[in-house]
């Protein structure tokens, strides 16, 4: 059984979730702010990915990011950079595919938090960035650890929107999802039994860490 697939998998959701937890924390602060209607919009661009059927967002990035038009084209001419059929478009289809699952949690648990916290840490002399890492990031512990698995377990099952724009090259953008589709075409039913069985081991292993985290590590307002 050829493991590749599964190793790009991996490799891919990680750097997809320490990407999201590089702009989507900050992002996330920014919008459980004060609303407006430039958050809203924002808010409906991030969440779109939710209802949206996954080829039609592949097929959207394809066109975008296209070495023959657009921005794929204007990247590829002055950066030498193309998206499309690359491990880097896996990466950038999946920062986008998978923005909700990070954003949205951490800023409900942000703005689930009462304000007097940033009020205080202001009045003791904190820039609003030292208040968002020492004071709030350590408050919304459980919501940033269900954000950062449900990311990366996610991350792990993508398939319509990796395969419009990455295609299905091995050794490059053929991750485990597509590993299984043709497996399955090719009647190898037991290759796409043993890729499936490692997802779904790798994602109950990370779902069920985070039950048991919140489980024993948040008490409940009433103990």
Do not use: C
């Amino acid at each position: 059984m050829d493991l590749t697939p599964i190793w790009l998998t991996l490799k891919l959701a990680g750097i997809t979730t320490l990407l999201l937890l590089a702009f989507g924390l900050p992002l996330a602060w920014w919008l459980s702010k004060k609303r407006s209607l430039v958050k809203i919009f924002i808010e409906a661009i991030i969440t779109m990915p939710l209802v949206l059927p996954p080829s039609v967002l592949g097929f959207y990035l394809l066109l975008a990011f296209s070495p023959q038009h657009g921005v794929g084209k204007w990247l590829h001419d002055i950066f030498n950079l193309q998206f499309v059929f690359s491990f880097e478009g896996l990466v950038l289809a999946s920062v986008i595919y998978s923005m909700p699952f990070m954003i949205s949690p951490v800023k409900s648990a942000f703005q689930q938090l009462p304000a007097s916290l940033s009020q205080a840490s202001y009045t003791l002399g904190k820039t609003q960035w030292q208040t968002l890492r020492q004071v709030l990031l350590p408050n919304i512990k459980p919501s940033l650890l269900t954000a950062i698995v449900l990311t990366f377990a996610h991350t792990l099952g993508e398939f319509g929107v990796v395969l419009m724009i990455g295609g299905n090259i091995p050794g490059v953008t053929r991750v485990a999802s597509i590993a299984v589709y043709d497996s399955v075409e090719q009647m190898d039913y037991t290759a796409a039994n043993n890729y499936s069985l490692i997802l779904f081991a790798i994602t109950f292993i990370l779902v069920i860490s985070v039950f048991v985290y919140n489980k024993y590590q948040v008490k409940s307002p009433l103990e």
